[in-house]
C-alpha cells in the first residue's frame, strides 16, 4: 500500500520535471547572454560581476535540474552547501590579494 503512495508521488514529480532540451535551451541562452555582456559598454568590473551573476544561473540550473537537486529531500541540499560554502569562504580569503595586489 505504501510503495503504491511512492509510486504516485514519483509520477506527480515526474510530470513536474521539465523537459532536459528546455533546460539545455535557457543554459544555452544564458552563455550567449555571457558572451554578450563581454561586449556591453561598462567597466571591466560590472562586465564581471554581470558574467559571473550568469555563470551562477547556469551551475543553478545545472544542480537543480541535470543533478535533479531540485527533486531530493533537505539532507541533499545540506551536502550541496557545504562545498559552496568552502568556495565562498575561500574566496573572501583571497579577494585580499586581489583587490590589494600591485604590480611592479
Do not use: C, N, Q
Not at 514519483?10 to 543554459?27: D, I, Q, T
Request: glycine content about 6%; cysteine-free.
Amino acid at each position: 500500500m505504501s510503495s503504491d503512495g511512492a509510486y504516485s508521488v514519483g509520477v506527480a514529480s515526474e510530470r513536474a520535471y521539465p523537459s532536459p532540451l528546455a533546460v539545455w535551451g535557457w543554459l544555452v541562452a544564458l552563455l550567449l547572454a555571457g558572451v554578450l555582456a563581454s561586449h556591453l559598454p561598462l567597466g571591466k568590473s560590472a562586465v564581471l560581476l554581470l558574467i559571473f551573476a550568469i555563470a551562477t544561473a547556469k551551475a543553478t540550473l545545472v544542480a537543480l535540474y541535470y543533478m535533479h537537486l531540485r527533486f531530493e529531500r533537505g539532507v541533499i541540499y545540506a551536502m550541496a552547501l557545504v562545498p559552496l560554502a568552502l568556495v565562498v569562504v575561500l574566496t573572501l580569503l583571497l579577494l585580499p590579494d586581489f583587490v590589494f595586489h600591485h604590480h611592479h
